[in-house]
């Protein structure tokens, strides 16, 4: 007992020692000498990818040339003096040899930077080699054999105009046979990118929104319309590397010159590909062992069952689009991606924990299984090869090995000094095998995140324990913190955004990443020798991947999740700077309490942003608004004001983020309605963002379904949250709270067509419509729901996408229809307008919701001009951004949330000039006023960001205000007479400017009368 007592005391002395020591190490100046040659090959084989192979060459020659002088006049310089040679020649002696030093490393840069042109020069030349290149300028069709690469992987889904472009199967393969149009057969080695379409693909309107290579969820389950499997698509989406392929292509050039593919192959897959050659008995082992893994996963639930391949071996495939937003909005796609830290992980658990580094070989399974050093390198080293295997042995994956292994190096020394020349030499390494690597952002970020490990999260988290943080979180706290600041410039030049939540997010998903990483990978090897085994195993890690989905999706809801920052390297540099600075004060700022808590208060309050506080600062949303078209791009999306945060929405545009910022900022969480006038996916497709985080009662579309892939989208959404769907009827009439509203359209099909007359109007513009036929609505468009709204006093008609057919058919169904306050044009503004209508309706405000620089003109000059002839204001969402109507009949206003600083030439609105307050400016040769422009507080208009009032007071000339009126007047009254005989009555109506609180067992909706 006395002599196991004395092991024990004296391995603790031992251990302390050697922690004491390395501690001391790591206090000195770190080690730069190959950080130079490593930034040198980097930026040399960047330059050079882009470059001539005549210029590179020149290059190189004289930066060996220069590199031999320097090394000549390195050993001109006299050595290192004796320790007894006389004081003045030991002085002059130092002096020299230090000055020999930094010849050699100054000649070390350039001939590093020589290797790294000469190979990125070299590999450039290989991509441009061969027949291809040549075809691909030409779009001519080729029959070629490849070799894939990769796994393949589904693009995501994009939305253009109205319709979703059905997803794509890309993959990279090399080309190794190209047959040519003469019959003639080249044997070659260049890099392509194949995308392959199913036949038929996705019609305008109908169809599926996804081909047959995807299924209801990602690739795991292909099926077509009919909802069955679809052989050909699996096939496709079970390629494995190395496997040979044939295929019929038309070859076409990549968008960027200087890229690693020579051509881009578009296939048309009619059938399974034509197999020329099996994959290798590796790729095969990996790739059952992925299968596998997915299988297991399985019966998981969603964002599990997506999430726990990814964390493992980096697959994506089923990741959706929604929780991918969420990990890019609060940092954590590196979760996603294959990185050091995965490996890192798995060793950790053969070798011990971080906080024992210092005797790292004698912790963890090591130890216990009583394996020596070499044993337990010897399988670490075979671990690593299996995980390299696992993830394909691609350029990430193999960079990922290398950034583990170092971080693994310092689990198992503790010498932190040592490894950044490490790094420095991993990163040499890698860029002359694959000099891709030097214009890769994810290289980029890896490497700044390693270095920031290894430099600043140290001092960091000594800093934090000398301020009374526990060692173990001041280490966590630090490596997120130094990570995300080296990180974020580079964020800020791809995404155009900062975010606020990474470092909390990070630091709550750490809590489960260990968890989730080491029982993924157990389910991984045991799936294909016991799948029950694998399948309790991955339920296990289940666990933690949804705590980790779960702060991903809680964090990007956040207002204040992230922020606009200006994009490209200008924005980066500035980022940069100003990390820098907040540094700087930020040290100043831990000295004093009161401060550290005050700065730690305006952080958490800029990002929850309560609503009353951002009203204040702001001055948005407005506090009395009814109507809100918030801008999200290219599409419709408008919320109605009923009640303390309650809200009907009117379509939710093509983004769900947009959608789902605009009512988090109008502070909107109870949704009674959510109707949808019509399944084009600038209308729907934003959809899940508004569901996100909200109770909501009922949804109501059209009558038409079509297009029968997003009408599908809409009612799997729906079925999802658990949420009745609805059909709007003609003639239903609903009021909630201070809102009523009426259907005045889709009428039943078959709907009366056109006159004659009417019929004969020519047909302009950009409109996708073909006209009302008899007997059938004419598209997706003409059956839009139209709604006629009051709120407050206010008229507002929403024609939803309705085309002049349908827009003649409304009128003449409703012909007591005139004289609205609000007018949502129809379209996005386009110039299919029916002008009988417009002129009847004669609105104060026009609002159009449209996306900047889009490609179908919206909205058109003519639109916009026919408004304001008839004295309309007309506001835009591509200019002014979000939209709030507020007021009253007798004092109309709008407030916009901010003029964007881009447009297109020629429609940019001008700024007022003149005193603060109230403005007026006359619009030359017309003779009329424009609108009076009052913008909140005092000082000279703002530009970007603005919120600006606009008074509808004043439109027009006397004489025509005054016409207007009595129009006006004499329209109410007959649109009055015309409800009351047969159309029911809006006096029984709530029409208060009250908030009304409602219990939320039940949609709150009333109706008054239905059709």
């Given at each position: 007992m006395t002599s196991t007592g004395a092991s024990i005391e004296g391995f603790g002395n031992r251990e302390r020692a050697s922690a004491g020591s390395a501690e001391a190490a790591q206090d000195g100046p770190a080690d730069l000498r190959l950080v130079g040659p490593a930034v040198a090959a980097w930026a040399a084989a960047a330059v050079a990818l882009g470059a001539p192979g005549g210029a590179v060459a020149v290059g190189c020659i004289v930066a060996v040339v220069l590199a031999g002088l320097v090394l000549w006049w390195a050993r001109a310089l006299p050595e290192r003096p004796d320790a007894s040679a006389p004081p003045a020649a030991m002085a002059g002696g130092l002096l020299g040899g230090r000055s020999a030093g930094a010849l050699v490393a100054l000649a070390a840069v350039l001939l590093c930077a020589a290797a790294g042109a000469a190979s990125a020069a070299l590999h450039a030349a290989d991509v441009r080699r061969g027949p291809l290149p040549a075809w691909a300028q030409r779009y001519a069709r080729l029959t070629v054999e490849l070799e894939v690469t990769d796994d393949p992987r589904l693009s995501r889904p994009k939305v253009r105009g109205s319709q979703q472009a059905p997803p794509a199967l890309l993959f990279n393969a090399d080309a190794?046979?190209?047959?040519?149009?003469?019959?003639?057969?080249?044997?070659?080695?260049?890099?392509?990118l194949a995308v392959v379409q199913q036949q038929g693909g996705t019609k305008h309107g109908k169809g599926t929104s996804r081909s047959a290579l995807s299924g209801p969820s990602g690739p795991s389950g292909p099926i077509g319309r009919s909802g069955q499997s679809d052989p050909s698509g699996s096939a496709w989406r079970g390629l494995l590397p190395s496997t040979r392929i044939r295929v019929v292509a038309r070859v076409t050039a990549p968008l960027a010159a200087a890229d690693r593919t020579a051509a881009v192959l578009r296939?048309?897959?009619?059938?399974?590909?034509?197999?020329?050659?099996?994959?290798?008995?590796l790729q095969r082992l990996a790739g059952s062992l992925r299968a596998g893994l997915r299988t297991a996963t399985d019966g998981l639930t969603?964002?599990?069952?997506?999430?726990l391949p990814g964390l493992v071996v980096g697959d994506v495939s089923r990741v959706p689009p929604d929780l991918d937003e969420a990990f890019s909005a609060t940092d954590l796609t590196h979760l996603l991606a294959v990185s050091g830290s995965n490996l890192t992980i798995v060793l950790a658990l053969l070798i011990g924990p971080p906080h024992l580094a210092a005797r790292a070989e004698r912790r963890?399974?090591?130890?216990?299984?009583?394996?020596?050093?070499?044993?337990?390198?010897?399988?670490?080293?075979?671990?690593?090869?299996a995980f390299v295997l696992v993830c394909r042995p691609d350029p990430s994956v193999l960079r990922a090995a290398a950034c583990g292994l170092i971080t693994l190096l310092a689990i198992g020394t503790g010498r932190r000094r040592s490894l950044l020349p490490a790094l420095a030499a991993a990163v040499l390494l890698l860029v002359l095998y694959d000099p891709w690597l030097a214009r890769r952002y994810g290289f980029l970020l890896s490497v700044l995140a390693t270095g920031a490990l290894l430099l600043l999260a140290p001092r960091w988290s000594a800093a934090l324990q000398r301020r009374r943080v526990p060692p173990r979180l001041a280490e966590v706290v630090a490596a997120a913190a130094a990570a995300q600041a080296v990180c974020a410039p580079v964020i800020a030049v791809l995404a155009a955004r900062v975010g606020l939540v990474g470092v909390p997010c990070n630091l709550l998903a750490e809590l489960a990443v260990a968890p989730a990483t080491i029982l993924g990978f157990a389910a991984l090897a045991?799936?294909?020798?016991?799948?029950?085994?694998?399948?309790?195993?991955a339920w296990c890690a289940g666990w933690p991947a949804e705590w980790i989905a779960g702060v991903a999706r809680t964090g990007a809801e956040l207002p204040g999740a992230e922020v606009g920052w200006p994009g490209g390297w200008v924005g980066g540099l500035m980022l940069a700077v100003a990390t820098v600075v907040l540094l700087a004060v930020g040290r100043r700022v831990l000295r004093r309490r009161w401060l550290s808590v005050a700065c730690a208060l305006a952080v958490v309050l800029a990002v929850c942003r309560p609503a009353p506080l951002t009203r204040v600062l702001t001055g948005w949303p407005p506090p009395d608004w009814r109507v809100v078209a918030c801008d999200v791009g290219q599409g419709d999306g408008l919320v109605l004001a009923a009640g303390d945060g309650t809200a009907v929405v009117v379509d939710t545009g093509p983004e769900p983020r947009a959608i789902d910022r605009c009512l988090t900022t109008l502070g909107i969480h109870r949704?009674?309605?959510?109707?949808?006038?019509?399944?084009?996916?600038?209308?729907?497709?934003?959809?899940?963002?508004?569901?996100?985080?909200?109770?909501?009662?009922?949804?109501?579309?059209?009558?038409?379904?079509?297009p029968y892939g997003r009408a599908k989208f809409v009612r799997e959404a729906a079925a999802g949250a658990r949420i009745p769907v609805l059909r709007a009827v003609p003639g239903e009439r609903r009021h909630l709270g201070p809102l009523a509203w009426e259907v005045l359209w889709p009428v039943a099909p078959p709907f009366t067509p056109p006159t004659s007359v009417q019929a004969a109007t020519p047909r302009t513009g950009t409109g996708t419509g073909t006209g009302a036929g008899a007997g059938e609505f004419s598209g997706p468009n003409d059956a839009s729901v139209a709604l006629l709204v009051r709120t407050g006093g206010l008229t507002v008609l929403l024609l939803g996408d309705l085309e002049p057919p349908a827009q003649q058919a409304l009128f003449a169904a409703h012909p007591e229809l005139s004289a609205v306050d609000v007018l949502k044009v129809a379209h996005h503004g386009s110039a299919y307008q029916d002008?009988?209508?417009?002129?009847?309706?004669?609105?104060?405000?026009a609002l159009i919701s449209c996306g900047a620089g889009n490609p179908y003109g919206h909205p058109a000059l003519r639109t916009i001009a026919s408004l304001r002839a008839g004295g309309t204001l007309v506001l835009r969402t591509d200019t002014d951004g979000a939209i709030a109507v507020v007021g009253t009949p007798g004092r109309l206003a709008a407030v916009v949330g901010g003029r964007r600083p881009r447009g297109r030439p020629g429609r940019s609105r001008r700024r007022p000039r003149g005193v603060p307050g109230r403005r007026r400016r006359e619009l030359r040769g017309t003779g009329r006023s424009m609108p009076t422009l009052r913008t909140r507080g005092t000082g000279p208009p703002r530009s970007s960001g603005v919120r600006t009032r606009q008074d509808l007071r004043g439109t027009g000339t006397r004489k025509e205000t005054e016409t207007r009126k009595a129009t006006r007047k004499a329209t109410r009254k007959r649109q009055e007479k015309g409800r009351g005989k047969g159309r029911g009555k809006w006096q029984g109506m709530s029409q208060g400017t009250g908030r009304t609180h409602i219990s939320w067992t039940m949609p709150p909706l009333t109706p008054i009368s239905g059709g």
């Open positions: 190794v046979r190209v047959t040519t149009p003469d019959g003639r057969v080249t044997d070659v080695r260049t890099p392509v296939v048309t897959a009619d059938g399974p590909p034509v197999e020329v050659g099996p994959p290798s008995p969603p964002d599990a069952r997506a999430l963890g399974l090591a130890r216990r299984l009583g394996l020596s050093l070499r044993g337990t390198a010897l399988i670490g080293g075979a671990l690593a090869l045991v799936a294909p020798l016991a799948l029950p085994v694998a399948k309790v195993l949704i009674p309605l959510l109707l949808l006038t019509h399944f084009h996916a600038d209308h729907v497709d934003g959809l899940p963002g508004a569901l996100r985080g909200r109770s909501v009662g009922a949804i109501e579309t059209t009558t038409l379904q079509e002008p009988e209508l417009m002129r009847h309706l004669m609105p104060r405000l």
